[in-house]
């Protein structure tokens, strides 16, 4: 997918800010990875899941936010293209390949249809921030920014859909827990793909949250599910 030279916008880091790089060898070949806490199980498979992301594209509206945005920037989101439908021998749920510009869905860790819901839109994210700046995949920083972007635009810290999740009732309706949630799954995911420490990862996220929590493009009217 095409990208502007130089280029780091909104939550994204200009280039001329960045002095000396973080780059860490990725563990695989995707630059993100969203992935559940706890066990995972799924009923789910490939035929029924196919018509359903098919749909979802078409007709959820943030995924039809983020697929329109994408065309315009040139580029465009083909299901047969960029989608991948696979069992995966992981615990992941999904993921993105930059060099590819494809997302892969790992059929055997969705639980529900809302959880593929939030785990396309999440990838999404990727793919808009991956189209509409030169992204350094391996700058951690850049990495980290994406993640908490793609964690909020997705809803995978709303209190409705964490609430569902019986490891996560104490989460309560609060900024200092919503934050919490996001940094949470952000470090999660850096750590599925980076090999870094982890205290490393947490002070990096912890760097670029303030500026990529409140970057909610292509959204105009987003409104976190916190009080």
């Known amino acids: 997918m095409p990208a502007e030279s130089n280029v780091y916008v909104e939550g994204l880091f200009e280039a001329e800010n960045i002095n000396n790089p973080a780059r860490y060898q990725p563990k695989d070949k995707f630059s993100s990875l969203s992935s559940s806490s706890g066990s995972s199980w799924s009923l789910l498979t490939k035929p029924s899941i196919e018509p359903d992301i098919k749909d979802m594209i078409k007709t959820n509206k943030k995924a039809r936010k983020l697929t329109g945005e994408l065309a315009k920037l040139g580029c465009p989101i083909s299901p047969e293209k960029n989608l991948a439908l696979e069992v995966c021998d992981t615990n992941i749920d999904a993921g993105f390949d930059d060099q590819q510009s494809q997302i892969l869905i790992c059929v055997n860790n969705i639980k529900s249809t809302e959880h593929l819901e939030k785990s396309l839109i999440h990838e ?104």
């Open 124 to 227: 999404l994210v990727h793919v808009y921030d991956h189209c509409r700046a030169k992204m350094n995949w391996d700058d951690l920083r850049h990495l980290a920014c994406s993640e908490v972007r793609a964690y909020q635009l997705a809803g995978q810290c709303a209190f409705d859909y964490r609430f569902r999740d019986w490891n996560s009732l104490s989460l309560a309706l609060s900024r200092e827990t919503y934050e919490r949630c996001i940094k949470s799954e952000a470090l999660r995911s850096v750590l599925a793909t980076r090999e870094i420490g982890r205290e490393d990862a947490r002070r990096v996220i912890d760097q670029v949250y303030p500026r990529c929590i409140a970057d909610f493009s292509p959204f105009t009217n987003f409104s976190p599910d916190i009080s």
